[in-house]
């Protein structure tokens, strides 16, 4: 019994810093360091806040006056000067935000909309990895209507790229360098896939923090890693001609979820031999063109068991399995588990959460 008592004792003591849901006056150093970062950008785009635990997240989730525009912006302050977060919208008008930036690190994965904001070639593949580095000045930054725009990223201040830094036992530096070596042209195998991980998580209030700065940790190591065996044995670049090919077989890609492309088929429309495309595909995402699009086809087999009631039969179908037991089978071996296990877990996230707003 007493010590019963003791641990409600101590989880009493912690409930306060497990809430993500606190008013901005008792935010910690972190939440308030992130706020200043993005809720001024999001406002003049026309955001608005949503209520706590909107879409079963941790952190803070934005919509958008129906007048200016729809879509979502979420993030979450994991601690000082580190954060993650994602977003889809679109402005039914040109828009756009003003702010004085802090320095800053990001990497993320980008829609191909978004690319020539951060001045990469505006023809590359949706879900391009890239990072970019804001040194402190005053920004702005246009928003063209109808562009639908889609990021996942990951947030670094200054301190938190030294906590990072001090975590992986490398200099600043060093990290800092490899962040903007992502140029939309390579990526670290596996980072794509992670970030992708991070944008459907919904961990818990308790576990949040610690699972998102695992991802942190995991992505920053992959991303340094990288850095290092590219500076021993040369760093390859894609040409804008490489672009342009690995994009087209991309969207042929993206656009059939619901069957299966056939390498002569994916090679005819890249314009390219199989040897070629396969390594255009390793070099920009450290997969192979195969995996490239089962990781698509599970994306979007996430996207319909959250989103729909569809039986598991339509959601196999419509991301090109012949047969059910396949897509299971694909599904577990993918994230650990059946797509009806997946599916009631998210449900039941979600729904104390709706039934409350």
């Known amino acids: 019994m007493r010590d019963t008592a003791e641990k409600a004792e101590a989880r009493a003591e912690i409930a306060p810093a497990l809430r993500t849901d606190r008013p901005q006056s008792e935010s910690n150093a972190a939440e308030s360091q992130v706020e200043e970062l993005f809720s001024p950008q999001i406002i003049q785009l026309g955001g608005v806040p949503a209520p706590p635990g909107a879409q079963g997240r941790q952190g803070r989730v934005w919509t958008f006056d129906p007048a200016r525009g729809e879509g979502f912006y979420w993030y979450f302050a994991v601690e000082e000067g580190l954060a993650v977060g994602a977003f889809t919208f679109t402005l039914h008008k040109d828009g756009g935000f003003a702010c004085d930036a802090p320095d800053c690190w990001y990497f993320g994965s980008y829609s191909h909309t978004m690319l020539p904001y951060l001045?990469?070639?505006e023809e590359g593949p949706d879900r391009t990895v890239v990072g970019h580095i804001w040194k402190r000045r005053p920004y702005y930054q246009p928003v063209h209507a109808g562009e639908r725009l889609g990021e996942t990223f990951v947030a670094l201040l200054p301190s938190g790229l030294r906590a990072v830094s001090l975590e992986l036992s490398c200099d600043p530096v060093v990290l800092s360098s490899a962040i903007g070596a992502l140029d939309g042209s390579a990526c670290p195998a596996g980072l794509a896939a992670l970030l992708d991980d991070l944008r459907r998580a919904r961990p818990s209030a308790v576990t949040a923090?610690?699972?998102?700065?695992?991802?942190?940790?995991?992505?920053?190591?992959?991303?340094v890693d990288w850095r290092f065996a590219n500076n021993r044995m040369g760093l390859e670049h894609l040409s804008e001609e490489d672009v342009r090919t690995l994009a087209r077989a991309q969207r042929l890609l993206q656009h059939n979820l619901h069957r299966v492309v056939s390498s002569d088929e994916l090679c005819h429309e890249a314009c390219v031999g199989a040897t070629k495309l396969a390594r255009l595909f390793r070099t920009s995402c450290g997969l192979s063109p195969g995996e490239y699009a089962r990781e698509l086809r599970m994306e979007r087999a996430c996207d319909l068991?959250?989103?729909?009631?569809?039986?598991?039969?339509?959601?196999?179908?419509?991301?090109?399995?012949?047969?059910q037991g396949s897509f299971s089978e694909a599904f577990r071996a993918r994230?650990?588990?059946?797509?009806?296990?997946?599916?009631?877990a998210v449900k039941a996230v979600r729904a104390p959460r709706q039934n409350h707003s």
Do not use: H
């Open 119 to 121: 001045g990469t070639c």
């Open 209 to 223: 923090r610690a699972y998102y700065r695992s991802k942190i940790i995991e992505a920053c190591s992959l991303i």
């Open 305 to 323: 068991l959250a989103d729909t009631d569809l039986p598991l039969s339509a959601v196999a179908e419509q991301t090109g399995f012949a047969r």
């Open 335 to 344: 994230f650990g588990t059946t797509p009806r296990s997946w599916r009631s």
